[in-house]
Structures are given as structure tokens and as C-alpha cells.
């Protein structure tokens, strides 16, 4: 038996860079770059008379025309633009050649024709790609601070076959950015006259055999402590703190980058205690005799900088005030950079502006005294959004967003959300203050209203909520909110039992709390993301049912080679009913089975259920392993071999017993700019009778 899932949706399509090397060296050098030559040389015609341009290509046997053309994206849209000469024509002969050495490919000839054929103009290109190279062996010598292993892993070289897990293909870029890297090892470890060499040979095979030579030279290490000029409003001791160099007996490796960065160090120390015109100077010495660099800084102080005004600018509808309230300094502050600095990313991450400066200018004629100029371009206030797609369960469904995000100029967002199907329709309005006393804290208000047609039962629910959002850090948010709602059961099936439909009124506190520090939360590559939510609904604040719910998930994303990741999901809920109250009602328990649980059961169908209804259950444990690899048949399609497990019991403390329900099999995903479009298969191995053996999904975004 099979059945077939499908949700809502929405796609749009990403273009692919493909990656581009340098030159090949000298051992490589091809011939001089074959001019192109005209079929018949048509007289040149304006841009606007031109209606499109097409590239065909013969000779590719490896290369792929669509890739070869992707290539000449760029050329192909001045050609657009100014039309088809012979000069345009040799610039894109060019660029295939590099393509084609960037590939490995570093013997191939490309020529080209070109001609008018009807309302375009035809470029042929003719591709020779002659043998591909193929990195045989790197050797080092020289090398005794590093083993040749850990300098090998500079160089990334390109993969052949279809999967990139063939050989290693050369490349001069890969060469030129492994002895580059190779370099800036050494460097970092204060070799600061190293020097790297390389030789290349290719025997007639294509085989390439690649030496890196390296000449060491001495360690030199910094000298402690520096010497100071100009040191008056702070001790040089509190400086040396300051750069980190306490301790003259730690040896810290010289390295170029490391002037500039005690210099930056000193700048910041300054600037934040109110000096913003220092002046910093550093002159260095090198002595490979002694293996010694010596450093000095040069300081002039300026005078102590005070903010007599803060100049908002540009900002046509927000209020003066918001803008103040996002800047930890005011009129009579002293200068401070951190200050500033916080100020410019509180100013971009409230999501009013498209762009924000600040400019500390000084005041002509008073010494000490800067204006601080907060310049801001609004983003548009109003947003509206429209969505559409099909699912074989809700039909037809769509919905809109209304937003306003800043409501009569204050920084507060106002939204509008109305949603609908064949099976439902959802209204709700949110307001939002995102600045509830300082930055971290957020407040907002919503009411919802909403008629859903669940598998066994149909729920009316009136929902209110209010809540707070603190933010400890980008990657750690906790929260506490309050929440009323009356949720009436209607059409219930013939197998739910009576004792499981009641119309309550529930009254509830949750707190919670969420990690997240994922690298997309559209399509993560890493990253680890948990999340407890504990909620309290009872008698003393008003509910007519009493009980304790803990919703908890943990999954990470662990990349493994050639943009493969290992994804895992594990999820638990428990609603435990206390007090007065001995039987949670149907559209307060938890359900399992779907396209975001067990792909091999629809909606709801994997857990308890009586004359086909499913009537769920107190405790739900859901566990899904998937590993994602790329798929090269096309841009951004990728695959998928899923495994979901998980139990779904009637009483809470029976959580993870009772069957045990299966479901694994392939996907496909297509990632777009919203989400992958995805097509899952689930398999049940342990198929009991009446359940279907295979179940299709076919949504949008990942399924956990």
C-alpha cells in the first residue's frame, strides 16, 4: 500500500559560483591565446538591436556545457548590452581557457566563431581539453619546525569524480594558495624570514609531482618589554597589561601582523578612556642575530574628548528617542569606542535601518569636544507578505502578513496574520516592543483565532498570551510567558472516547529556554540547537485543567567530507496531569507520525488509536537520524537516507514504551532562498495490518 503526504509549497531558485584558480605557472604555460575568428564578419550592429546571444560548445567531453556557460555568465550579459564584436568574442575564449585550467585541465585550447543567425547572434566555441593533471605527489624539504603531513594539509586540492572523492586534481591556484599558507604557518611562528619555493613537473601521463622547498631562517621572538614615548595620563605598567605582555620570560613569536595589532590594542585603550584623537606610532627593529624584534611606541595623548551633542540624521519617521535609548552615551559623556561600537550594532540589529554611521566630529574652535552624528536610512515601515501552496491533507491553502515594523515611529511592530485552507483558518495579531528597557529584553502581546480540522477532531481555540524573550547572548535566549485560552472540541470521531472530549479553559505559565549557534537556520551545514519549554497550567491562576508539560529537543548538524552532514533530532514531551485533573482532553495530548516526526506513518497515524481514529497520548519520544549528501545533477539538489524512531504512549509515566514505530528510507531536497523543497519516502519495516508500507511527503524546509 502507498500513501502520499504533501504540504505546502514554496520555492525560488539560487545561482552557483563556481570557483576560479589562477594561471598556470610557468611549467604549465600554454600557448598564446587563439584569437577568434568570424564565420563571416557581419557589420557590427547597436546593442538594442540584439535579442539574445547563445553559446554552443563541441569538443567538451568532461567539461559540462552547462558549467562552461555559467562561466561566461558575466561576458554574456555585456555582450547583451553592447553587442558582438571580435574583441568581446576573444575576451570569452579567454575566460573558457581559464575555466578549463581551473579545473585541472591545464593543456587545453579553445577557439571560437561567431555569427548573426536570425534575431541572435551564435558563438561556437571548440574545446580541446587534452589530458586532465593529476597531483601524483608533494614533497617537502627544508621543513623541520613542521612535519610535511600538517604542511600538506595546506593544499586543497580539487577532486575528481563525479562525487569529488577521486584524485587530487592540480590546479596552479591550489599550488599558489598552499604556498602562501605554507608561508603564513612559518610566519605565525615568527619565522619571519622564511622563505618558500616551489618546483613542478608533469610527466606525459598528466601525472604532476609538486616540491615545496623551504629555507627557515631564525625564530625571532618579541622582546618585552617595548619601549613607550609620550606616556603621561596611564602608568606603562597598566599598558603592558593592556597588550598582554606581563610576563618577559613568556616567549611571544614575531610575526608581520603583530605592530598593527598591539597598535590597535592601544588605539582601543585610549579612545575608550575619553582621549578620541590619540596617536599612535610604531617603529620596529629585527635583529636575526640576536633572533630579536624590539618594538616602540610613539604616543601623543591629545586632549580628554568630551560628547557635547548627539545629532541624529535621516531619520524621517522614527522617533529621536529611539535612537538615543540604543546609545549607552550622552551630551557630557566621555568619548568611549566599545561604547560607540554597541551602539552602531544595537542601532542595525533593531531592524529599522538599512544603514547606520557615526561620525564623531570635532567642534571647531573648542579642544576636547566632539559632536557625534548618527546617521540612519529607514527601512520601509510597512511589509506584506503572501503565501500559497498545496497539501493532499489541507487542500488549497494560503495566507497573508501585515506588518508594520515601526508603529507611529516608536521601534514597536505591529503584525496581521490571517491563513486558510480547506481543513482551517487562522487569525492573529502580535505587538512587539523589541526594546523593553534595555536591548536584551523583549515584550509582546498576541491573540489568536483559530478553526482546525485535525484527523479525529475538529478544535476551535481563542488563545491570548503575553510573554517576555531575554537574549543572554546571539546564541542563548530564555523566556517566560503567560498564556490564556478556550479551546472547544467539535466532530470528534466514533473511536475517541468520551472521556477525552472536553471544551476547557486553560490558563498556563511557561518558561523556557533555547541554544542555537547553527550557521543558517534555512540550511545549516553545523551546529547544535536545544531547546526545554516547562509549563504550569492549574487551578490557582484561573484554569479549569491542571498539569505539567515539559516539551524537550536537542539535534546537531555535524559536517563530515565533501559537504556531507551527519543531522540528528531527538524530542520528548510529557503532559502530566495533576491535582483535580485525571484525564487530559484529546487536543492537549501529544501525537506522533508525519512528515516531521515518523515519515513512514501521515499525520497522527503513528501512536494509539481506536476505529481509526487516533486518539494520542500523554508522552511522545521521537528520534531521527538523516545524513545529507549533494546530489550532481543539478545546483543545490541534494539527497538524503533518513531513519525515524520513536513511542507514543497514553500515560505519562509510561514514556518510551509500549510499540516502538519505524519508519527510513531516501529524500530529495532542492534548497531555495526559503527553505529545501523536499520529497521524503518512508518505509515501515515493521508494518502492521492496514498500514501502508510506503509514505510520501513532498514539503518545504527541513523536517527537523
Known amino acids: 500500500m502507498v500513501r502520499v503526504s504533501l504540504s505546502p509549497v514554496l520555492g525560488a531558485f539560487l545561482l552557483a559560483a563556481l570557483p576560479l584558480c589562477s594561471v598556470p605557472a610557468q611549467e604549465f604555460k600554454p600557448e598564446e591565446r587563439p584569437a577568434a575568428?568570424?564565420?563571416?564578419q557581419p557589420e557590427e550592429k547597436p546593442a538594442e538591436e540584439l535579442h539574445d546571444i547563445r553559446f554552443k560548445f563541441e569538443g567538451n567531453e568532461n567539461l559540462g556545457s552547462k558549467a562552461l556557460g555559467e562561466s561566461l555568465s558575466a561576458l554574456r550579459a555585456d555582450l547583451r548590452r553592447h553587442g558582438v564584436d571580435q574583441g568581446a568574442v576573444d575576451d570569452a575564449v579567454y575566460e573558457l581557457t581559464q575555466y578549463c585550467f581551473s579545473q585541472g585541465y591545464c593543456h587545453a585550447?579553445?577557439?571560437?566563431?561567431?555569427?548573426?543567425?536570425?534575431?541572435?547572434?551564435?558563438?561556437?566555441?571548440?574545446?580541446?581539453?587534452?589530458?586532465?593533471?593529476?597531483?601524483?605527489?608533494?614533497?617537502?624539504?627544508?621543513?623541520?619546525?613542521?612535519?610535511?603531513?600538517?604542511?600538506?594539509?595546506?593544499?586543497?586540492?580539487?577532486?575528481?569524480?563525479m562525487l569529488q572523492f577521486g584524485d587530487d586534481v592540480y590546479t596552479e591556484g591550489v599550488l599558489d594558495d598552499g604556498v602562501n599558507c605554507v608561508t603564513a604557518r612559518y610566519e605565525i611562528e615568527g619565522y619571519y624570514f622564511v622563505k618558500v619555493s616551489r618546483a613542478v613537473e608533469e610527466k606525459e601521463n598528466g601525472e604532476v609531482l609538486v616540491r615545496v622547498s623551504v629555507e627557515e631562517g631564525p625564530q625571532i621572538f618579541l622582546e618585552i618589554p617595548p619601549a613607550?614615548?609620550?606616556?603621561?595620563?596611564?602608568?606603562?605598567?597598566?599598558?603592558?597589561?593592556?597588550?598582554?605582555?606581563?610576563?618577559?620570560?613568556?616567549?611571544?613569536?614575531?610575526?608581520?601582523?603583530?605592530?598593527?595589532?598591539l597598535q590597535g590594542k592601544l588605539f582601543d585603550h585610549y579612545r575608550n578612556l575619553g582621549y578620541r584623537f590619540v596617536e599612535v606610532e610604531v617603529d620596529r627593529n629585527i635583529d636575526p642575530e640576536t633572533a630579536r624584534a624590539t618594538l616602540r611606541f610613539k604616543i601623543e595623548e591629545g586632549p580628554l574628548t568630551h560628547i557635547r551633542a548627539i545629532n541624529p540624521?535621516?531619520?524621517?519617521?522614527?522617533?529621536?528617542?529611539?535612537?538615543?535609548?540604543?546609545?549607552?552615551?550622552?551630551?557630557?559623556?566621555?568619548?568611549?569606542?566599545?561604547?560607540?561600537?554597541?551602539?552602531?550594532?544595537?542601532?542595525?540589529?533593531?531592524?529599522?535601518?538599512?544603514?547606520?554611521?557615526?561620525?564623531?566630529?570635532?567642534?571647531?574652535?573648542?579642544?576636547?569636544?566632539?559632536?557625534?552624528?548618527?546617521?540612519?536610512?529607514?527601512?520601509?515601515?510597512?511589509?506584506?507578505?503572501?503565501?500559497?501552496?498545496?497539501?493532499s491533507y489541507e487542500l488549497l491553502r494560503g495566507g497573508i502578513v501585515l506588518e508594520n515594523i515601526n508603529f507611529f515611529g516608536t521601534g514597536h511592530r505591529l503584525r496581521f496574520e490571517g491563513k486558510g485552507s480547506f481543513r482551517g483558518a487562522a487569525g492573529s495579531v502580535e505587538y512587539l516592543n523589541p526594546y523593553f528597557f534595555f536591548e536584551e529584553l523583549s515584550h509582546n502581546i498576541k491573540g489568536l483565532a483559530e478553526v482546525r480540522e485535525h484527523p479525529s477532531f475538529t478544535e476551535t481555540r481563542l488563545e491570548g498570551d503575553t510573554g517576555w524573550n531575554y537574549r543572554i547572548s546571539d546564541q542563548l535566549r530564555t523566556g517566560l510567558r503567560y498564556q490564556?485560552?478556550?479551546?472547544?472540541?467539535?466532530?470528534?470521531?466514533?473511536?475517541?472516547?468520551?472521556?477525552?472530549?472536553?471544551?476547557?479553559?486553560?490558563?498556563?505559565?511557561?518558561?523556557?529556554?533555547?541554544?542555537?549557534?547553527?550557521?543558517?537556520?534555512?540550511?545549516?551545514?553545523?551546529?547544535?540547537?536545544?531547546?526545554?519549554?516547562?509549563?504550569?497550567?492549574?487551578?490557582?491562576?484561573?484554569?479549569?485543567?491542571?498539569?505539567?508539560?515539559?516539551?524537550?529537543?536537542?539535534?546537531?548538524?555535524?559536517?563530515?567530507?565533501?559537504?556531507?552532514?551527519?543531522?540528528?533530532?531527538?524530542?520528548?514531551?510529557?503532559?502530566?496531569p495533576i491535582a483535580g485533573t485525571d484525564t487530559i482532553p484529546i487536543q492537549e495530548r501529544f501525537f506522533n507520525g508525519g512528515e516531521y516526526t515518523i515519515?513512514?506513518?501521515?499525520?497522527?497515524?503513528?501512536?494509539?488509536?481506536?476505529?481509526?481514529?487516533p486518539i494520542g497520548g500523554e508522552a511522545m519520544t521521537v528520534l531521527n537520524v538523516e545524513l545529507r549528501f549533494p546530489l550532481f545533477l543539478l545546483d543545490n539538489l541534494r539527497g538524503a537516507v533518513f531513519f525515524d524512531t520513536?513511542?507514543?504512549?497514553?500515560?505519562?509515566?509510561?514514556?518510551?514504551?509500549?510499540?516502538?514505530?519505524?519508519?527510513?528510507?531516501?529524500?530529495?531536497?532542492?534548497?531555495?532562498?526559503?527553505?529545501?523543497?523536499?520529497?521524503?519516502?518512508?518505509?515501515?519495516?515493521?508494518?502492521?495490518?492496514?498500514?501502508?508500507?510506503?509514505?510520501?511527503?513532498?514539503?518545504?524546509?527541513?523536517?527537523?
Not at 534575431?119 to 613542521?146: D, M, Q, T
Not at 614615548?229 to 610575526?255: F, H, M, R
Not at 511589509?383 to 498545496?390: C, D, I, K, V
Open 646 to 704: 520513536g513511542t507514543l504512549t497514553a500515560r505519562a509515566e509510561d514514556i518510551g514504551g509500549g510499540r516502538q514505530f519505524f519508519g527510513l528510507g531516501p529524500a530529495v531536497r532542492y534548497n531555495t532562498p526559503i527553505g529545501p523543497v523536499r520529497l521524503d519516502v518512508g518505509w515501515n519495516p515493521d508494518r502492521e495490518r492496514g498500514e501502508p508500507e510506503f509514505v510520501f511527503h513532498f514539503g518545504l524546509g527541513y523536517p527537523f
Open 313 to 391: 540624521v535621516g531619520n524621517e519617521w522614527t522617533r529621536d528617542w529611539v535612537i538615543f535609548k540604543r546609545i549607552s552615551l550622552k551630551a557630557g559623556d566621555l568619548y568611549n569606542e566599545d561604547k560607540l561600537r554597541h551602539a552602531y550594532r544595537s542601532l542595525l540589529r533593531s531592524g529599522l535601518f538599512s544603514s547606520v554611521s557615526l561620525e564623531a566630529r570635532k567642534v571647531e574652535g573648542s579642544e576636547g569636544l566632539v559632536d557625534l552624528d548618527v546617521t540612519v536610512s529607514e527601512k520601509p515601515r510597512y511589509r506584506a507578505a503572501f503565501l500559497a501552496g498545496w497539501g
Open 599 to 613: 515519515r513512514s506513518f501521515l499525520q497522527d497515524e503513528a501512536g494509539p488509536e481506536f476505529l481509526g481514529d
Open 37 to 40: 575568428q568570424p564565420e563571416e
Open 109 to 161: 585550447k579553445v577557439s571560437a566563431t561567431w555569427a548573426p543567425k536570425e534575431a541572435e547572434f551564435v558563438v561556437s566555441f571548440r574545446i580541446e581539453e587534452g589530458l586532465r593533471s593529476i597531483v601524483k605527489e608533494v614533497s617537502f624539504a627544508g621543513n623541520e619546525h613542521f612535519p610535511s603531513e600538517e604542511l600538506a594539509r595546506c593544499f586543497t586540492w580539487l577532486k575528481s569524480g
Open 228 to 261: 613607550f614615548e609620550g606616556v603621561t595620563v596611564t602608568s606603562e605598567e597598566a599598558l603592558l597589561k593592556v597588550l598582554g605582555l606581563v610576563d618577559p620570560e613568556a616567549p611571544i613569536p614575531y610575526e608581520p601582523r603583530l605592530p598593527p595589532g
Open 484 to 576: 490564556i485560552r478556550e479551546s472547544n472540541v467539535d466532530d470528534v470521531g466514533v473511536g475517541v472516547p468520551p472521556q477525552l472530549v472536553e471544551d476547557v479553559l486553560i490558563s498556563s505559565v511557561a518558561v523556557s529556554g533555547v541554544f542555537d549557534n547553527r550557521n543558517s537556520i534555512v540550511v545549516p551545514t553545523k551546529g547544535i540547537t536545544t531547546r526545554l519549554t516547562v509549563e504550569y497550567s492549574g487551578d490557582p491562576i484561573g484554569s479549569e485543567l491542571d498539569f505539567m508539560r515539559y516539551v524537550a529537543s536537542a539535534g546537531f548538524v555535524l559536517p563530515l567530507l565533501q559537504d556531507v552532514q551527519l543531522v540528528t533530532s531527538a524530542r520528548v514531551g510529557v503532559i502530566q
